[in-house]
């Protein structure tokens, strides 16, 4: 159990390490799978801030951006999920038909909500599904979710500076 706890702590030591944790965190939480990149995204986004007594710093950048990137790729695997899928036909039910209306009445604007628990991948998946444009989805995906990390940030930031 030592060995296990020592290995794993030893990700957290260089920068490096913690940016390869960061990305393969915020990936895979961006897919269907379970995970959750706010722990590992607050815990060195803390260090990197005791460490430099600063909100505006080369390593929260990287942070910021490693951890968009990740979380962004995660999402658009799902659009690519949601693709594979054949193209929706005339629901019967009337809650599918109204779930259709709202996401072709907003479009892939509605994927500046992707970053949301749960719902996130579904609208990726639905976007997928019903054929939205890629470069359109991909921006608001990354809008979206360096939004979510930005918010995050400035939620880490005055903690931090107050346990000074």
């Known amino acids: 159990m030592t060995e296990y706890l020592t290995s794993f702590l030893s990700l957290f030591i260089s920068e490096q390490s913690q940016?390869?944790?960061m990305f393969f965190s915020a990936f895979l939480s961006a897919t269907l799978l379970p995970a959750s990149s706010e722990v590992i995204f607050t815990a060195i986004a803390s260090k990197h801030i005791l460490a430099e007594r600063s909100f505006f710093s080369v390593p929260l950048l990287n942070l910021l951006t490693v951890a968009t990137v990740g979380n962004s790729l995660g999402s658009l695997v799902t659009?690519?999920?949601g693709k594979l899928l054949p193209k929706?036909?005339?629901?019967k039910s009337p809650y599918a038909k109204w779930a259709l209306e709202k996401s072709e009445q907003y479009g892939a604007v509605m994927l500046l909500l992707s970053w949301l628990p749960?719902?996130?991948d579904l609208l990726c998946g639905i976007a997928g599904w019903l054929r939205f444009n890629f470069w359109q989805v991909t921006l608001f995906i990354v809008v979206g979710?360096?939004?979510r990390y930005l918010v995050l940030l400035g939620a880490v930031y005055p903690t931090v500076k107050f346990l000074l």
Not at 88 to 91: A, E, F, L, R, V
Request: hydrophobic share 55%; charged share 10%; net charge neutral.
């Open 19 to 21: 940016l390869l944790t």
């Open 79 to 81: 659009y690519f999920m």
């Open 88 to 91: 929706p036909i005339d629901p």
């Open 118 to 120: 749960l719902v996130g």
């Open 145 to 147: 979710k360096l939004a």
